[in-house]
């Protein structure tokens, strides 16, 4: 009788089976201190918590939880995401363009996400509808998930990073998304959050008439 390995299918468990052992324990700390962030906000609102709870309750000191995360709001905003929206993108077919690809990686990344972490999406996405510092930190951060796609379809494409076209088209894409994303937490997460990816992008590649 023959057996498969077992193979990852979280974006946490996908990064940590590509990382050697210091860094692996570096992702579990930032976790770690993600996850707890999280509880002790939905036990006592995002306002009441502070960093020096956060860090007791994670176990480890304020000054780590500043070395991996600046601010409250980071620790809120951060995910798993972008180096597996990274890699994946990079694996798409050569001929496919740019904004197509951006849709696939998008949303295969929003639907592991509400297969593996639905619960803390629903948080975050309630904390950018409620609390304006992570709303406007959100914008802040947006730019380096830009640079990212900026530099995996310069790849692709052959152009140069800080081409305005692909400037314009990623933050077009990640606008959109983001609005989505807070229009999907106004209504309660009850819609079906990829569909209205899909929905966005299409009206994005139809040319927005309104």
């Known amino acids: ?20 052992l210091r860094e692996r324990k570096k992702l579990r700390t930032r976790v770690t ?14 306002e009441a918590t502070t ?21 409250k709001e980071d620790i809120v905003l951060a995910d ?3 180096p597996v929206i990274a890699t994946s993108l990079r694996a798409r077919p050569a001929g ?4 197509e ?12 996400s509400l297969a593996h972490e639905s619960a803390e999406l629903v948080e975050r996405t309630r ?13 802040e951060t ?14 692709r494409t052959g152009r140069d990073p800080d081409d305005l076209d692909l400037r314009i088209l990623i933050a077009t894409v990640l606008g959109a998304l983001c609005e989505v994303t807070l229009h999907w937490g106004e209504h309660g997460c009850r819609d079906d959050l990829v569909a209205l990816v899909h929905r966005a992008l299409d009206r994005l590649a139809g040319g927005l008439r309104l």
């Open 33 to 46: 201190i993600r996850r707890t962030t999280y509880r002790l906000i939905t036990e006592q609102g995002y």
């Open 96 to 99: 496919e363009s740019p904004l």
């Open 127 to 139: 904390l950018l509808v409620e609390v304006p510092a992570v709303r406007a930190r959100m914008s």
């Open 101 to 112: 690809s951006l849709r696939a990686v998008l949303a295969e990344a929003l639907a592991k």
């Open 1 to 20: 009788m023959s057996t498969m390995a077992a193979t990852p299918h979280t974006p946490l468990e996908e990064q940590l089976s590509r990382l050697p």
């Open 142 to 155: 947006m730019s380096v998930t830009s640079r990212l796609l900026a530099d995996v379809l310069a790849e």
């Open 80 to 82: 798993a995401y972008d």
């Open 51 to 71: 960093v020096e709870q956060i860090a007791e309750a994670s176990e480890v000191s304020p000054s780590t939880v500043f070395r991996y995360f600046p601010t």
